[in-house]
């Protein structure tokens, strides 16, 4: 545009943050990376790249997953902003927190570009822990166990973490771990009644009789 100069204003720098989200051992865990370089090179961090400047947010992240962990096509949706002028050392960054879940079975990842390591946390011990994460990692993770747990009671977030088959008990039990208490077994069915779908097939090959298994009810588009 003539006349405007972008000189005459401070940059400052975009990243991406994800929380891959997953449950395994009834427990809700947490892909965490070991950081290779400086700042805080050896501590634990949330998986995270600058954003390109040619780049979408989205795609930002997509890239950023694959280089640190080799996780691709998962899903994902947009957490928060968080930008407090002190969060990082080196420059002034804004990062923009994405939230993804997985269920276990399908998470295969591996430590990537600028990583030392990667492998899943106990989300309760690390937010009860005195362990420090690199930046504000532990505020980022903070908040998206809260949003975790209020979006669990009104969309179908839950169903990210089960099979695209599953028996009622195990959407049951990760609603409980989300939630963080016990269901009635009642309540809850009413609860789902409408998002659940009954299959013709049962589950096969362990101890207990075999159950029923259940599909997500698809919404019509119009």
């Known amino acids: 545009m003539k006349g405007y100069d972008s000189s005459l204003y401070e940059k400052m720098s975009v990243?991406?943050?994800?929380?891959?989200?997953?449950?395994?051992?009834?427990?809700?865990?947490?892909?965490?990376?070991?950081?290779?370089?400086?700042p805080f090179a050896g501590m634990l961090a949330l998986p995270g790249v600058f954003v390109g400047i040619d780049e979408t947010l989205d795609e930002a992240v997509r890239r950023g997953i694959k280089e640190e962990t080799g996780l691709e096509d998962i899903y994902f949706e947009q957490l928060y902003?968080?930008?407090?002028?002190?969060?990082?050392?080196?420059?002034?960054?804004?990062?923009?927190?994405?939230?993804?879940?997985?269920?276990?079975?399908?998470?295969?990842?591996?430590?990537?570009?600028?990583?030392?390591?990667?492998?899943?946390?106990?989300?309760?011990d690390l937010l009860a822990g005195d362990e420090e994460l690199?930046?504000?990692?532990?505020?980022?993770?903070?908040?998206?166990?809260?949003?975790?747990?209020?979006?669990?009671?009104?969309?179908?977030?839950?169903?990210?973490?089960v099979d695209e088959m599953f028996t009622l008990p195990e959407l049951q039990r990760v609603y409980e771990i989300l939630l963080g208490k016990k269901l009635y077994k009642a309540n809850f069915r009413k609860k789902i009644a409408g998002m659940v779908e009954e299959t013709e097939y049962m589950t096969t090959g362990d101890a207990h009789r075999p159950s029923r298994l259940y599909v997500m009810v698809e919404e019509d588009e119009e």
Do not use: C
């Open 134 to 161: 690199a930046f504000d990692h532990k505020e980022i993770i903070d908040y998206a166990r809260w949003r975790l747990a209020n979006k669990v009671e009104y969309t179908d977030i839950a169903f990210h973490l």
């Open 15 to 38: 990243a991406v943050d994800l929380l891959v989200f997953t449950i395994e051992d009834d427990k809700l865990q947490l892909l965490m990376i070991e950081r290779e370089e400086e």
């Open 81 to 124: 902003t968080f930008g407090d002028v002190d969060r990082d050392p080196r420059m002034r960054i804004i990062s923009v927190a994405y939230m993804a879940l997985v269920p276990v079975e399908k998470l295969a990842f591996r430590p990537g570009e600028r990583v030392a390591g990667a492998w899943l946390v106990d989300v309760e």
